[in-house]
């Protein structure tokens, strides 16, 4: 009774944990989870899983230069000030070598690319060209800081989650080309931050979070520098280049399709 009590509790213990563990093990499969939902729209590829989040990313890369692209040319030829004249520059220099880089790795990753801006885009271009002057440096500016500043937090987030190198080695580039539009756009001092901020939090009811508001008059603590405890060589600089200039050293993407002909 004694060996077939003791088999009993131990049936019974395996069943237990095998009931508490096959939720964990296969919850990632059911239907309507995150993981399952990633899976359901991701094709393999020989440089790693292709995700429909990588592929929206491919396609507003495309996008974005189809749009920024003219409003670059139509800067330089209508633009009252140098700045926004600089910012044109920008604007067709990165572009012209991001759209090359999206076009090889839609090529290799068989992602059918538009070749208009969309309604919206068009809508902006539309926008500036009925514009002058004051107006029009405004609309300039502001309509490409905003689009980019939208654009930046999606590139970061397909950096860190894609599993595909193409992907995430045009989600760095892309990074690099809005950070320079978005400092170049800055640099013109014709940024409404007041409108970006408002329409960042529009429709948000969430509670403000963060330190605490300073006092007025009063002096904030000092924080000590933030170092290593032992002085140890370094190699390394602190970036690879000045945010506003545009880099176009970048090493091309392997051309396996013969996009560039």
């Known amino acids: 009774m004694r060996i077939n009590g003791t088999a009993f509790l131990v049936a019974a213990l395996v069943a237990t944990v095998g009931a508490i563990a096959f939720p964990v093990w296969s919850y990632a499969d059911r239907s309507g989870t995150g993981q399952a939902n990633v899976s359901a729209g991701t094709v393999n590829t020989q440089w790693g899983p292709l995700t429909a989040a990588d592929r929206d990313l491919i396609v507003r890369v495309r996008l974005a230069g189809l749009w920024e692209l003219p409003a670059g040319q139509q800067a330089l030829e209508r ?25 090889i790795v839609a090529a290799q990753l068989g992602v059918a690319l538009p070749n208009q801006p969309n309604e919206q885009q068009q809508g902006w271009l539309q926008e500036m060209s009925a514009a002058s002057g004051a107006e029009y440096e405004y609309k300039f500016v502001n309509l490409l800081r905003s689009a980019h500043g ?57 509670s403000p979070t ?25 190699t390394s600089s602190p970036s ?22």
Not at 81 to 100: E, P, Y
Not at 150 to 169: E, S
């Open 79 to 103: 633009a009252p000030s140098q700045a926004i004249k600089d910012a044109g520059d920008h604007l067709i220099v990165g572009h012209t070598d991001l759209d090359k880089r999206v076009r």
């Open 150 to 206: 939208k654009i930046f937090p999606a590139i970061g987030t397909v950096r860190n989650t894609t599993r595909n190198t193409l992907v995430r080695q045009l989600a760095s580039d892309a990074n690099q080309t809005v950070l320079d539009h978005i400092t170049i756009l800055e640099k013109t001092g014709k940024v409404d931050f007041d409108a970006i901020a408002n329409d960042a939090v529009a429709g948000t009811t969430a």
């Open 210 to 234: 963060g330190p605490a508001a300073p006092v007025p008059g009063q002096v904030a603590p000092s924080a000590p520098a933030a170092q290593p405890s032992a002085n140890l060589p370094t």
């Open 240 to 261: 690879p280049g000045a945010p506003g200039t545009v880099d176009t050293g970048r090493p091309d993407p392997v051309d396996t399709a013969g996009v560039l002909g």
